[in-house]
């Protein structure tokens, strides 16, 4: 295998954010995270402090989501969430930008409203990373290419202090021509123009349509360092089985190659 148990698992941010989610499942997925060594649980805010008791002395960190999935709450209650989530305990913050707003073209409401939540949770000692929603950017918008319009919200979050660019909420759905909705989430093209428009201090992380272990390890390739997911156990158990196989093949190699 090109990459360890370990590079892999401490890529992914183990997603429990689903609405119906009750305490039994997000404790069930917390347990969960543990026994498979992923680097963070990603969580609904007032679970937060639960999630801390569940998780301590396991090295897997607890993230929690701010003006989740929409990013359309004020920017004072963003970063009031922001504190609330850090004295709780959560060492990682996932914002969402106020969509509405970068599509307006408002850059200045938009750079403080990413500091304000960076600013305070930084405080706290807590990273934060910034979530584009890059599904509703494929037209572009304020009259930028799509591709341009997602270079100016790298750079502008890297001014405004985040520590990861984020691809998607996973739940950004978009009426598709059926009539149904629908979302793509991840794609190589846009992980790769992210990791290319911030600086090495911002991380790039993946979210919504990673699904199974090659697309794990192609966000990894593209230079992605974290992946939010919820078929974490599918994907692990994967790797398991493949070294299980690489090392069984290479044990009947060797014994062959003796001549019995």
């Known amino acids: 295998m090109q990459y360890t148990y370990e590079e892999l698992a401490k890529m992914i941010d183990h997603s429990l954010l689903h609405p119906t989610m009750t305490d039994a499942e997000l404790e069930a997925g917390?347990?969960?995270?543990?026994?498979?060594?992923?680097?963070?649980?990603?969580?609904?805010?007032?679970?937060?402090?639960?999630?801390?008791?569940?998780?301590?002395?396991?090295?897997?960190?607890v993230g929690a989501v701010i003006g989740f999935p929409h990013g359309n709450s004020c920017t004072e209650s963003k970063r009031y969430e922001t504190e609330l989530a850090c004295r709780d305990g959560a060492a990682?913050?996932?914002?969402?930008?106020?969509?509405?707003?970068?599509?307006?073209?408002?850059?200045?409401?938009?750079?403080?409203?990413?500091?304000?939540?960076?600013?305070?949770?930084?405080?706290?000692?807590?990273?934060?990373?910034v979530i584009f929603e890059n599904d509703y950017l494929t037209k572009g918008g304020a009259g930028l290419s799509s591709d341009d319009f997602k270079r100016r919200l790298c750079e502008l979050c890297e001014r405004a202090g985040a520590d990861w660019v984020k691809t998607s909420s996973g739940y950004g759905?978009?009426?598709?021509?059926?009539?149904?909705?629908?979302?793509?989430?991840?794609?190589?093209?846009?992980?790769?123009?992210?990791?290319?428009?911030?600086?090495?201090?911002?991380?790039?992380?993946?979210a919504g349509g990673v699904r199974d272990l090659d697309g794990l390890i192609k966000v990894?390739?593209?230079?992605?360092?974290?992946?939010?997911?919820?078929?974490?156990?599918a994907m692990l158990d994967t790797y398991r089985q493949r070294q299980q196989s690489s090392v069984a093949s290479s044990s009947s190699a060797t014994i062959g190659s003796g001549g019995y």
Request: aromatic share 6%.
């Open 30 to 61: 917390c347990r969960l995270a543990v026994e498979y060594k992923v680097a963070s649980v990603c969580i609904k805010p007032y679970f937060v402090a639960r999630a801390v008791e569940l998780l301590r002395g396991s090295g897997v960190l």
């Open 92 to 129: 990682e913050i996932d914002m969402v930008i106020n969509i509405g707003k970068a599509l307006s073209g408002d850059w200045d409401y938009l750079q403080r409203d990413v500091q304000a939540v960076c600013d305070e949770a930084h405080r706290h000692g807590a990273k934060v990373k």
């Open 220 to 233: 990894r390739d593209l230079g992605a360092t974290r992946c939010g997911a919820t078929a974490t156990a």
């Open 173 to 206: 759905f978009v009426k598709q021509a059926d009539g149904s909705y629908n979302y793509k989430g991840a794609t190589e093209h846009d992980l790769a123009l992210m990791r290319a428009s911030v600086s090495p201090r911002v991380q790039v992380k993946a």
